[in-house]
C-alpha cells in the first residue's frame, strides 16, 4: 500500500510560483510512475504532468515551459515547480503513483489559487 501526501498549496497572484510536494511511503516507490493531475472547478482531473523512475518526464501542453516535475527516489518525495502562473491554474492538485491498473495510488490534494 502507497500513500502520498501532498503539500505546499495556496493562494498566489498571477505571474507568481508555488513549490507543490508529495511524500510518498510504501513499499517498492522506484518502481511507480509519478505524477501530478489537477482538478479545476467544474471540471474533470486532468494530467499535469508525470515521471518515471529514470525521471523521463511528460507534461500537459498547457504547463509545458512554465512547471517542471522532479523527484527524489532517496527521500520518497516528488515535486512540481510551477512558475508565471495564471488564473487557469487554479484547481485542487493531487499526486499520483501509478504501476498498474490495481497498483495506482493517490493523495489527497492540495488547492492552488491564482487570483489578483
Known amino acids: 500500500q502507497v500513500q502520498l501526501v501532498e503539500s505546499g498549496g495556496g493562494l498566489v497572484q498571477p505571474g507568481g510560483s508555488l513549490r507543490l510536494s508529495c511524500a510518498a511511503s510504501g513499499p517498492s516507490l522506484g518502481s511507480y510512475v509519478m505524477g501530478w493531475y489537477r482538478q479545476p472547478p467544474g471540471t474533470q482531473r486532468e494530467l499535469v504532468a508525470t515521471i518515471t523512475s529514470g525521471r523521463t518526464t511528460n507534461y500537459a501542453d498547457s504547463v509545458k515551459g512554465r512547471f517542471t516535475i522532479t523527484r527524489d527516489n532517496a527521500k520518497s518525495m516528488m515535486y512540481l515547480q510551477m512558475n508565471n502562473l495564471k488564473p487557469e491554474d487554479t484547481a485542487d492538485y493531487f499526486c499520483?503513483?501509478?504501476?498498474?491498473?490495481?497498483?495506482?495510488?493517490w493523495g489527497q490534494g492540495t488547492q492552488v489559487t491564482v487570483s489578483s
Open positions: 499520483n503513483a501509478h504501476k498498474s491498473r490495481s497498483t495506482d495510488y
